[in-house]
């Protein structure tokens, strides 16, 4: 357990947290107007390896060897020259701060800290963190790694679970759920949608299995998986046999042989860790995905009808009305593919630095 303390003063500003892997999500922006929920998890923080908000440069101002240092393999709109190493938790978890108005930025409905840090330790008065709770963004305070330090306190340590725990007690990501909105006449508002957790981990899954394809055809799993990748690597990747096999692999589930091209394996929430098989298949390209989003892809929840006596229980499948679905076909987050795939040496090759480009013109706009 840690908590971090004030730079200036050492004043406490967060209450005892432990450390977990900072979420697939954490940097997405989704929607317009939509009201996301807390990043972070009460009682956790995450460390972002990179930089994030002011002061920025553009590409063009960017040596090639400078941009590659620092794990960046292709062009990007612009690069953050903030201090890396941020550490990121639930806005519910500071403490010891106020807010600091005249760097509210140019925020829509909320906190964006685009002026830099927005909070000050209440002590020595300190920039030390930003909050950020504007409208499709998720909600989370970043502490400045340059303005605090974690210290070690006395107090229960999570206990580090292990895969086979994970897989029997691990918590499933719906693939769709309400997204509320800023609320207008008529008050709040919300939406069926997609998960935008889902949308974040397959942008994030499919930079992996572009890269793992080598710019052959690729065969996902039937059913879900395939709504949410078939019709992407179909666009993109060459027609025609022969196509490389990717399976679901982890935790509890059977062994992928030695014909397997690409395993789609689960994340370990507290570590980041990638779950690793034995062979045969250990020459396989891992392709990452969260956890959850795994747990629910290799064993979906049905919504099937069942029969019922008394009053319907809550999951029991209704006809009138009926259950609310997305009224549109998946799609990746643009955002999170992007990120990924420019730190992925690979997209050095001029097949994927083709398909950055259409991205970037607007071209395959269609597919996310």
């Not at 709504?227 to 025609?240: E, Y």
Request: proline letters at 12%; aromatic letters at 8%; a negative charge.
């Amino acid at each position: 357990m840690f908590v971090f303390v004030c730079a200036g003063c050492g004043a406490e500003l967060t209450t005892p947290l432990s450390q977990v892997a900072l979420p697939v999500h954490a940097r997405q922006t989704y929607g317009n107007g939509t009201q996301l929920p807390v990043l972070m998890q009460s009682g956790t923080f995450a460390v972002d390896p990179d930089p994030w908000g002011g002061p920025w440069r553009m590409w063009d101002e960017i040596d090639p060897g400078e941009a590659e240092a620092r794990g960046i393999y292709a062009p990007v709109h612009a690069l953050s020259d903030s201090t890396p190493g941020a550490s990121v938790i639930a806005p519910g978890d500071i403490r010891g701060t106020r807010l600091i108005p005249e760097k509210r930025g140019g925020a829509c409905c909320g906190l964006d800290g685009a002026d830099g840090p927005n909070m000050a330790c209440e002590a020595c008065g300190l920039p030390v963190a930003s909050r950020i709770d504007d409208c499709s963004l998720w909600q989370a305070v970043r502490l400045s790694p340059d303005a605090v330090h974690r210290v070690p306190v006395d107090g229960t340590r999570a206990a580090l679970l292990s895969w086979a725990e994970l897989a029997a007690k691990g918590e499933k990501t719906p693939p769709f759920e309400p997204i509320a909105t800023w609320g207008g006449r008529l008050g709040p508002n919300h939406y069926w949608s997609w998960s935008p957790q889902w949308e974040a981990a397959a942008g994030q899954a499919l930079a992996h299995l572009l890269v793992a394809s080598r710019e052959q055809p690729v065969q996902v799993p039937d059913g879900l998986t395939a709504d949410v990748f078939q019709r992407v690597l179909d666009a993109l990747l060459p027609p025609g046999p022969p196509k490389l096999r990717a399976v679901l692999a982890g935790p509890g589930q059977p062994s992928p042989d030695a014909g397997v091209d690409i395993l789609l394996v689960p994340v370990h929430p507290q570590t980041g860790q990638t779950w690793t098989p034995a062979s045969p298949a250990a020459s396989a390209y891992l392709v990452p995905l969260p956890l959850g989003v795994w747990l629910w892809l290799v064993s979906p929840q049905p919504y099937l009808p069942v029969p019922a006596s008394g009053r319907i229980p809550q999951d029991v499948l209704r006809d009138d009305p009926l259950p609310l679905l997305p009224h549109y076909l998946f799609r990746a987050d643009r955002g999170t593919f992007q990120h990924t795939l420019v730190r992925l040496p690979a997209v050095r090759s001029p097949w994927l630095r083709t398909i950055l480009e259409n991205l970037t013109q607007g071209t395959s706009a269609h597919l996310f």
